[in-house]
C-alpha cells in the first residue's frame, strides 16, 4: 500500500526565515510525486512533478527535491503570501491515482 | 486556469435527502476525479471516470454514486446523505493521455454540510 507522510504538520516562520518541509513515501515503482499549494477555501494548486531521485524543480522561492524515499520542498525567504498548506502526493508505476499526505500548514509571519 | 468549476459551491442539506454535484470541464480530458477532504484525513479519493460512462470507484466510495454521460461533466451522487459526508469535495482533472502528464488540476471545491 503506497503511503506519504508529511512533517511537520504545521510550521510557524518569520519572514526571510528560510526552512524545508518533509514528505516521506514508500510506493511501488514511483511514476512521480507531486507537489500542490492550497489556500484556505480553495482547491489545490499544482506546484511540481518530480519523477526520478536527484530531480530537482524550483519556481520563485520554492525548490522541490526527490530522493528514493523522501522529497523535500525548500522555501527560501519566505514572504507572508507563502503561507498555505502544502500537500504531497505519490503515484505508484501502473496507477493513475495518486495517494495524498495530510499536508504541511505553513505560516509566514510579517 | 484548467477551466473546471463546481456548482453547488455551498449548500445544506438534511439527514436523508439526495444531493448532486456537478464538476464541468471545458477541455475535454479524459480522467475525472471526485475526492473529499477533510481534517486529519487529507484528500480521498471517493470515485474517478477514465472516459464517457467509465467509471471506478476510490478508497471511500461507499454513499455515493457517480455518472459521466458527456466528457465535460461528472455528477456524484449522495443518494441519501448523512451527517458523515459533510466535507468540502473537489473535482479534479488529469489532462494528457500518455505517462508523461500525471498532475491533477483542481477545481474550487464544493462545501457540503448535512444536518
Known amino acids: 500500500e503506497d503511503q506519504v507522510t508529511q512533517s511537520p504538520e504545521a510550521l510557524r516562520l518569520q519572514e526571510g526565515e528560510s526552512s524545508s518541509l518533509n514528505c516521506s513515501y514508500t510506493?511501488?515503482?514511483?511514476?512521480?510525486l507531486f507537489w500542490y499549494r492550497q489556500d484556505p477555501g480553495k482547491g489545490p494548486e499544482f506546484l511540481f512533478t518530480?519523477?526520478?531521485a536527484g530531480e530537482e524543480k524550483e519556481k520563485e522561492r520554492l525548490k522541490a527535491t526527490l530522493t528514493k524515499k523522501e522529497s523535500f520542498l525548500h522555501i527560501t525567504a519566505p514572504k507572508p503570501e507563502d503561507s498555505a498548506t502544502y500537500l504531497c502526493a505519490v503515484q505508484a508505476g501502473g496507477s493513475y491515482i495518486p495517494t495524498f499526505g495530510r499536508g504541511t500548514s505553513l505560516i509566514v509571519h510579517p | 486556469d484548467a477551466g473546471i468549476t463546481q456548482s453547488p459551491r455551498h449548500k445544506v442539506t438534511e439527514t436523508g435527502t439526495p444531493v448532486t454535484l456537478r464538476c464541468h470541464q471545458t477541455?475535454?480530458?479524459?480522467?475525472m476525479y471526485w475526492y473529499r477532504q477533510d481534517p486529519g484525513h487529507g484528500l480521498r479519493l471517493i470515485h474517478y471516470?477514465?472516459?464517457?460512462?467509465?467509471?471506478d470507484k476510490g478508497e471511500v466510495s461507499d454513499g455515493y454514486s457517480v455518472s459521466r454521460s458527456k466528457t465535460e461533466d461528472f455528477l456524484l451522487t449522495l443518494e441519501s446523505a448523512t451527517s458523515s459526508q459533510t466535507s468540502v469535495y473537489f473535482c479534479?482533472?488529469?489532462?494528457?493521455?500518455?505517462?508523461?502528464?500525471?498532475?491533477?488540476?483542481f477545481g474550487p471545491g464544493t462545501r457540503l454540510t448535512v444536518l
Open positions: 479534479a482533472i488529469r489532462p494528457g493521455q500518455a505517462s508523461s502528464y500525471n498532475e491533477q488540476f
Open positions: 471516470s477514465y472516459g464517457v460512462k467509465d467509471t
Open positions: 518530480l519523477y526520478s
Open positions: 510506493v511501488s515503482g514511483l511514476r512521480g
Open positions: 477541455e475535454n480530458h479524459r480522467y
